[in-house]
């Protein structure tokens, strides 16, 4: 069983940046996970963002935030990180960890994913 720790929500106008984090305390097999970062807005399906390997091969993106949003992960600290930029009304959304135990490919289905954060809300006013 992976916990799954989201922080870096918030509050942003328009244009601005927040960085999510997604951390798995005590996991000591971090490094054989892909990763997938989810949003969910209201009363909307929940929809894959981005994606990373366990060895960080890719990332993949959403056609809707490529070029603004940038995927990383430190292994050493069981950490990925969204960096999320310039910021629009429709990126408002709860945002959601996720992860599978996979090989070397990250994953770009929900139903691959097994193990979910609970959450992290993001608002960008215009």
């Known amino acids: 069983q992976v916990q799954l720790v989201e922080s870096g929500g918030g509050f942003v106008r328009a244009g601005g940046s927040l960085r999510l984090s997604c951390a798995a305390p005590g996991e000591t097999s971090f490094s054989t996970y892909s990763m997938g970062w989810f949003q969910q807005a209201p009363w909307k399906e929940r929809k894959l963002m981005a994606a990373i390997s366990g060895s960080g091969r890719g990332p993949y993106y959403a056609r809707a935030v490529e070029g603004r949003f940038t995927l990383s992960r430190t292994n050493a600290n069981n950490t990925v990180y969204l960096q999320m930029n310039t910021l629009k009304p429709e990126d408002t959304a709860v945002y959601y960890c996720?992860?599978?135990?996979?090989?070397?490919?990250?994953?770009?289905?929900?139903?691959?994913?097994?193990?979910w954060g609970q959450g992290t809300q993001v608002t960008v006013s215009s």
């Open positions: 996720a992860a599978v135990q996979s090989g070397s490919s990250y994953r770009t289905s929900l139903s691959d994913y097994n193990y």
